[in-house]
């Protein structure tokens, strides 16, 4: 049918084309045609009448009439010739043949259907007369006739043969370019392990790289579309773990833990802290009862534990176990604080504070991911366990493990940015670092833009051999595949949505607001890169250009401390602190403060409540991995209503269009966001909400976990499969020798 199409598309055309030049021709052929008899039909006039000349003279001179017309009427015997007559010099018919035509004379003129002609008789150069000879002119019609029918003809059979041809041509190229299509396909979809293909048809080879990257990213679509995103629930997770992975051992290692307990005043108490990485995690590891493995660091931590440091959480409803492990004041200060926070982090992000290497903070950070690894090992009931490492915390940790338990599916997920190579590159210990982080199977970021800086920093870096377009590292004869996840949330459960009349009452009248104040919120860690100083700025900015906001607007902005022992970090709460009070003194007004500085952790309850009262959410980091702020906004507002004001150095504005897309940098932009934002009609916002509500429940975070561990399971498979070809040529060897 396909090449019936193609050869369709071909003959169409060119039937156009013959047909406009038939159309353009054939009267240009009749008139050439017409004008050929006619000249034929003169010479041989002429011929005649060259041969009538001498007898003719001789006749004349005797006046012999009898002759002459005998002559005449041999002569006229001819095909064409209908008639012969003599004309003396004063134009006077003196003889003709037999059956002249009436309407025929000396006069010049031809009756229809004839042709005349005349040439002068000569004798001794005294001209007698003229002789007329008039021919039949209509078989020319006929044969004109004919030979445009014969032209026609042979238009219409040069298109047949072409056309026919082009079919065939068509159809055998056809066949062959999809052959070569489907080799190259083929061999892209089996993955990583297609060393024995055919090469390229030479034909395809400029753009085999193009194709496959094409084919790639038509795979993840497909895998995505396959995994019908509405079925992700924390029940299809479960069975998908169940069918893919059936009693295999899931162990997740991060450095922050899930729950963590604290001394208070009246007892214990369970807190969970603020971090995009246990928001997400958590779900995941209730699906799949597993062991989570973190460092302790509540004050209540080490007497809530049984004696393996194990804990079985949510308090609550136990669904899986967190296993605490324990560093030194020393220890945390150094691989924590040092090298990832003041190291990595600022390496990772593009925020303007440099980052700083000590080899103190180096060593601490070599030894606290063994440390993990070690714990790892005892958690493993087998040898083939599922391990999940979350973040730039661990680096190192997955080699670790892998060299420990060689058949372990590792799969590790970087949480924020990673770097171009040039940036990645001060790093002292970079080597060391890319080595460890290719101990894993599976290594996920949250877009392929940090993907594919990672493949160039491992190229630049390290002797790896890399397969764009499978998005493969070989390093040291393991294979660790590179894909992005982009992370979400959980999708809330509707059981008890909290009502958004009810809390924008209830959050305007506790923070004594009127009941039509508008409200923007902020919520984040206080942490340089999520752009608060930009964002309270751009406060200041909307305030100065629209100076009839000030006692209308506030922004809510709810600031959880977070690495308050830096001295960075302790610097920012300074700053966004005198801010705040010097934009409140400058746009000072009896109904409100413009700026509503929380800097404490809020939980779950009061940060949903918060979410369903703010008109505006405004996210303007200067660079971060995914941000989950603006998605539990989104998550929050069953109302359809809210506006996002999001940050374009975000991963989720690569998936959040409908959001207001600012540059943070660029104060005055952020400031005509904040303002269109707080004026955007009800229809507008229900728009973009909707449609960006229906993303962040189909891509969720099950769907995020689902996915990499789908991939992983696959992984598993060709690792097992693998293995045994080897252990059975191993045993074929040992029987040889
Ligand atoms: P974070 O930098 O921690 O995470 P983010 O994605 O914004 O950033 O998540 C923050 C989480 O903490 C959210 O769940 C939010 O509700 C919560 N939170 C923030 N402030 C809070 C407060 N004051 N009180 C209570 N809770 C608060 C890293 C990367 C991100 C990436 C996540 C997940 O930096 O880019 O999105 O991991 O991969």
């Not at 011929?47 to 004349?60: C, G, I, Q, Y």
């Not at 010739?81 to 003599?86: D, K, L, M, T």
């Not at 993840?220 to 893919?244: C, G, I, V």
């Not at 807190?271 to 009862?289: F, N, Q, W």
Request: proline residues 6%; hydrophobic residues 40%.
């Amino acid at each position: 049918m396909r090449p019936f199409q193609l050869s369709l598309r071909f003959i169409f055309p060119l039937a156009v084309v013959l047909g406009a030049f038939a159309l353009v021709m054939l009267p240009l052929v009749d008139e050439l045609a017409q004008r050929w008899f006619l000249r034929d039909l003169d010479i041989r006039s002429q011929l005649l009448a060259r041969s009538l000349r001498d007898p003719m003279a001789d006749l004349v001179a005797l006046q012999d009439a009898q002759g002459i017309q005998s002559l005449f009427d041999r002569s006229v015997s001819d095909a064409h010739v209908r008639a012969i007559a003599f004309c003396d010099m004063s134009g006077r018919l003196l003889y003709r043949s037999s059956g002249f035509p009436p309407g025929l004379g000396c006069e010049p003129g031809a009756p229809q259907g004839l042709r005349v002609t005349d040439a002068p008789l000569e004798q001794d150069g005294i001209t007698l007369g003229r002789i007329v000879i008039a021919q039949e002119t209509g078989f020319i019609d006929r044969r004109t006739d004919e030979f445009r029918n014969y032209l026609f003809a042979i238009f219409l059979l040069m298109f047949i043969v072409i056309s026919a041809l082009g079919a065939w041509i068509a159809h055998w190229g056809w066949q062959g370019w999809m052959q070569s299509l489907k080799t190259l396909v083929s061999r892209d979809t089996v993955g990583p392990g297609r060393l024995g293909a055919p090469p390229a048809p030479p034909e395809f080879r400029p753009l085999v790289s193009d194709l496959r990257a094409l084919l790639h990213e038509m795979n993840l679509e497909r895998r995505t579309q396959q995994q019908s995103p509405q079925a992700w629930t924390p029940d299809k997770l479960r069975s998908l773990l169940h069918d893919e992975l059936a009693g295999d051992q899931v162990l997740v290692v991060s450095n922050r833990e899930p729950y963590i307990h604290e001394q208070g005043e009246h007892g214990i108490v369970v807190r969970r802290p603020a971090s995009g990485l246990v928001t997400a995690v958590e779900p995941v590891m209730r699906a799949c009862s597993g062991t989570w493995i973190a460092h302790g660091s509540g004050s209540a931590d080490r007497v809530t534990v049984d004696a393996h440091d194990r804990v079985p959480v949510p308090p609550k409803r136990p669904a899986y176990t967190l296993r605490r492990v324990w560093l030194t004041a020393e220890e945390e200060q150094g691989y924590y604080y040092g090298f990832a926070n003041e190291g990595l982090w600022p390496l990772c992000h593009m925020a303007h504070v440099r980052p700083v290497f000590r080899t103190s903070d180096w060593e601490q950070y070599v030894a606290v991911n063994q440390r993990f690894a070690d714990a790892v090992v005892a958690e493993a009931h087998g040898d083939d366990p599922v391990v999940l490492v979350q973040d730039y915390h661990f680096a190192l940790l997955p080699r670790m493990v892998r060299e420990r338990l060689p058949k372990a599916t590792i799969i590790m997920f970087w949480h924020i940015p990673w770097p171009n190579p040039e940036s990645f590159g001060i790093c002292p210990w970079r080597e060391e670092l890319l080595a460890g982080l290719l101990g894993n199977t599976l290594l996920g970021f949250h877009t392929p833009f940090h993907c594919k800086n990672f493949l160039e920093t491992v190229d630049r870096y390290l002797e790896t051999r890399i397969e764009y377009d499978a998005s493969t590292v070989s390093y040291g004869g393991e294979l660790t595949q590179v894909e992005p996840y982009p992370i979400s949330i959980a999708w809330p459960e509707p059981d008890a949505p909290l009502d958004v009349v009810r809390c924008r009452n209830e959050v305007r009248q506790s923070l004594q607001l009127p009941v039509l104040h508008q409200l923007a919120l902020g919520v984040d860690r206080l942490d340089y890169t999520k752009g608060i100083a930009e964002r309270l700025q751009a406060v200041d900015r909307m305030l100065d250009q629209h100076p009839e906001m000030v006692g209308r607007f506030s922004l809510l902005q709810v600031a959880a401390p977070s690495r308050s022992s830096l001295d960075e970090y302790q610097g920012l709460e300074a700053r966004v602190r005198k801010l705040a009070l010097a934009i409140n003194q400058k746009h000072a007004n009896p109904v409100a403060p413009p700026v509503l500085l929380r800097v404490e952790h809020f939980d779950e309850e009061q940060l949903a409540r918060c979410y369903r009262a703010a008109d505006v959410c405004l996210v303007t980091s200067l660079h971060d991995g995914m941000n989950l702020v603006a998605k539990e906004f989104i998550a929050a507002r069953d109302d359809e209503l809210g506006v996002l004001v999001l940050s374009q150095f975000t991963g989720a504005a690569r998936e959040l269009h409908e959001a207001l897309i600012i540059n943070p940098y660029h104060i005055e932009q952020g400031a005509q966001a904040l303002y269109r934002a707080l004026q955007m009609p009800e229809a507008e916002q229900r728009e973009r909400m909707r449609s960006m509500r229906s993303r962040v429940r189909d891509f969720n975070v099950y769907r995020w976990a689902g996915l990499m561990l789908l991939d992983a399971a696959r992984l598993r498979r060709r690792q097992r499969v693998t293995e045994k070809i080897h252990s059975h040529s191993r045993q074929a060897l040992r029987r040889a020798s």
